[in-house]
């Protein structure tokens, strides 16, 4: 099932890397997102889709970035810390710290680089952990 995941991801960024491909739907990447991030598929009115639907849209309205760009961004900053540092966060975390500590105008890569410099520095690695330190 991960394996199939995996590939449906791949090619939804292969999609999104295409010149005449048009950007996916905020209902899409909600979908998609809560999918890898719980590891199973997950119906388009899954609690976790529309709390991911809710969060894209908001950071989506501060940043000035689009769903599928959010999308991107989270996933490309989540297999940084799995490949650099071996610490496991799901595209949720990542999208949950734009949420709550992204500023209007500021860059999404800025708010996820202090993330998961947090994250990095916190001694279990644990997102509450970098999440707290980001408040301070």
Known sequence: MKQILAMLALISLATMSCGSAAAMSTDTVAQEMASLSLGHPVAAGDP????????LEQVSKRSGDDATAIFAACRRYAGH?????????????????????GKAGESINDTLQAYVAARKAAADKAHATAMAA???
């Open 48 to 55: 976790a889709v529309v709390r991911t639907r809710t969060m």
């Open 81 to 101: 810390l799995r490949d650099a540092a071996q610490i496991k966060a799901s595209q949720l975390e990542l999208l949950a710290a734009l949420d709550t500590h």
């Open 134 to 136: 980001l408040a301070r």
